[in-house]
């Protein structure tokens, strides 16, 4: 290997002292001063370049990235509370019009969040390929040989043998290739190398993120969500017509969805009775009959908070459950005019909950006109007395609907959409009694109310279940996960691994004795190198053993150890090495 | 359902909230008792501190003032290295460090050398094994009383992860690391964390929402409470060395430091061991910390129907793993190691500290039940 590499060196200092020795033992890249390009835009174009696969900038990258994460932490989000950015637009009408301008509703949909993650992946990119390249390169070629003077490496040993320089050159050979180095005989050295899996799982670490990306990414465009309520015995079929409501990313498409069916045959949930957490559910499930595609067979499934059923890509989820009252209503006549159970939604968690009956044709007046009926109730599945407008508990233990009826024009006519939970009253009048006051009235299961003039009757007959479930599919989070994980081994061998060079040079000295000298050098001064090294010139010093000290044969540059340090009992445990070698 | 074995029933449940809330009052008990044995032990660190400033130590100093000299000498520093087997004599192993970098050698510890000060010392760790013993017992009988892992609060996530703090610190001790200076810094902050959690944070003992009940939970929560531990440790240990390394610097600048200075901080290791402790335990644990993210991932994605959705807390868990990545990047980066780094190291922490007090108190998210 030649000095004209342009790999990191551990430091200028060294540079003169180790030449190639110490280069290339990473392959990070080499940090260069933000010089000022050549005029030209190809100047322009690769300083550009350069500075943005550089270290520091991949550095202030990460750090924006960081930063740029926090407003969309403590900013509603259109992403995850639509409601409660609505209500801060309100509140400051202002500062709302300014995070607008600035996307901070949604910051990580964002032109600036895309921008910053956008240009670190390519700067990541950008430095994983040429990493790539120059580690193949490394693998190819041979650890660099051995520098002039080893006495300049952190961690050095020599003795003096009686044996033969070949011998102890093989017998290094051996040693190290025992130990997994790679290892080959460089003139009068044996130069070894050993630890390369660090560099294997940083760049897979490195890619892996790249993978992660992708596969979020992905995610993102191809997702689709979407949430239906289903009463208990009844069913659904994953098809976009029957969904209450449906998201989907940009490149989804309806042929998407994965085709299977289930009913809700059950729904069973029993909460705390006492103590703070009065309330708080304890078992949460629905019990499901589930087929795949159009001829499948029926299977059965239990369906809890984190435990969603999963069919192929997609996966069910329980999201939400509630009361559904079985109203029926009939007219002046007797005849029925409606009769279905209708689903409250939840207000509180003790499942204080609202709903709305209409009556959309059917009903005829006491007149015998025809007219449209709707009914907002009020749904508390246990009554306590003294808490008139909130349940006390979630379970159906003493019911009362409460039901306020009006008359008129509901409005659907008018090609409006209307939510089914929302009663437009600007053409409806609300029912009155022979006082003038305001029809309104607890009911509890099978008890009836009156309308006024003999207008109908409408009667609560019973209680159903229902329960919410959220249809997500994903494509891509196997993806994402396998890149998880390949990130964690990664990273976890770029950390732990150490990569690490040796030398062994054995050379005549001027006596005819053969002088040994062995060093070693790692990425970061580590404890690790010296006592590795410490252990090789061990065994091999056993293979080679020592012969007199010749009196001038002391290397300038080390101090000489008073003969209480030989004793390898008296410390156990070398001190660590202070300070981490600047790698560049 | 007989009346009779509804009746059965009942009283069984009755008789095990018995049991559970006796198991509660254990734990409250035994948390209680953990502190006043951290006190004790906070004393006892005190005065190892204390003793240890009779003794003059001026080991930095001295190394720093005698620089110029030890330069023209040789900068290494030697150790031996002995094989494995008993040979009389050996090859030793020259360790030099690299050039530019200060040779200090490491502050002997609080005790400073002085032989009452290393008893108080050795008092002070055996006080903080027996808190630590006591409280693990408390945080097992909480865990016993609502029959599930102790993580289901604040309060419990709060004697939990002291605990495992301490439990560290006790095993690198225990592996023979040099980490005895450590001792008085986190015994402290173990005394504020746990007065937090029984005067503010205390919730009675209970079990779990649904949205909890999940092995992730175990795994997931376990090692998000041994990566803060661990996090938690660095950063102790990065801020001694942000004092030590000024300090190193005033002196090999020819400046004086306070005579508090001189004495406290003398005794912790050199700013590079220092250094390289914070490093080491960071780069250790932080495979672990993106593990935990990855784990809570999943569970998200069991829980609430999409892995990632940028709650609150995943925003600052996320947060928090790219501080720590540029604190890992800086350590590569020229011009960004030492310091700069190091300062890094303390907003990744902060990040983390703010993940988990800031965001359970004043952001609310899907994690918010984290019972404050
Ligand atoms: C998505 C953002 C990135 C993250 C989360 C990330 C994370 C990490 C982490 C945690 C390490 C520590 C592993 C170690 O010290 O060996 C590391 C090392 C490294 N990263 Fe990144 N990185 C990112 C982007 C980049 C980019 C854009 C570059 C190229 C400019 C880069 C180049 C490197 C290099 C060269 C190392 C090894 C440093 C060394 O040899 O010590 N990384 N990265």
Redesign the interface.
Known sequence: MSKTTTDATPNAADDQDLGAAGSQLSTAPKEDAPNLPALGVIGWARWFWRQLTSMRVALLLLLLLALGAIPGSLIPQTGTDETKVADFRTAHPTLGDVYDKLGLFHVYSSVWFSAVYILLFVSLIGCIVPRTWQFVGQLRSRPPGAPKRLTRLPAYTTWRTEAEPEDVREAALTLLKKRRFRAHVAGDAIAAEKGYLREVGNLAFHIALIVMLIAFAWGQLFKSEGNKLILEGDGFSNTLTQYDDFKSGNLFSNDDLVPFSFTLDDFYGTYETSGPNKGTPRVYQATVDYSVGAYGKDKKSVIKVNEPLEIGDSKVYLTAHGYAPVIKIRDGKGKVVYDDAVPMLPLDSNVTSTGVVKVLDGYKNAQGVREQLGVSAFFLPTYTKGSETASTFPALLNPVLNLTPYYGDLGVDSGIPQSVYQLNKTHMKQFKDAQGKDVRENLRPGESMKLPNGAGTISYEGTKEWANFQVTQQPGSTWALAGALAAIFGLAASLFIQRRRVWVRAVKGADGVTVVEMAGLGRSESAKVPEELGDLAGILYDLAPGAPEAPDAEEPGTEKLGPEHTDPHTHPHPPVVPAERPEK | MTLAAVTDLAGATNLAAATNESLANLSNTLIYSAMAVYTLAFFAYIAEWLFGSRSKVGRTAAALTAEAKAKA??P?????????????????????????????P?GPGAHGGDEQGDLYGRIAISLTVLAFLVELAGVIARAASVERAPWGNMYEFNITFSTVAVGVYLSLLAL?K?VRWLGLFLITTVLLDLGLAVTVLY??S??L???L??Y?LYIHVSTAIFCGAVFYVGAVATILYLFKDSYENKLATGGTPGRFANSVLDRLP?S??L??FA?RVN??V??LW??TI?AG???A????????????KE??S??TW??Y??Y??????????GRKAAY?ALIAFG?WLFNYYG?NIF?S?KHSYAGV
């Open positions: 000498k040789a290494a520093v030697t150790v031996t290295k002995g094989g494995s087997t008993a040979v009389l004599e050996r090859p030793q192993v020259v360790v030099r460090s690299a050039a530019g970098s200060r040779d200090v490491d023979k040099n919730t009675a209970d079990q929402v649904p949205a009940h999940s992730w050199a590079a061991s250094d390289k490093y780069a250790a932080f495979p993106t593990f990855i991932a999943i569970w994605g069991d829980a609430w129907g999409r892995y990632w959705g940028w709650d609150p925003t600052w996320f947060i790219v501080a990545a540029g890992l990047h800086a350590r590569a980066t020229a011009g960004w190691k890094l990040c965001v952001v998210g």
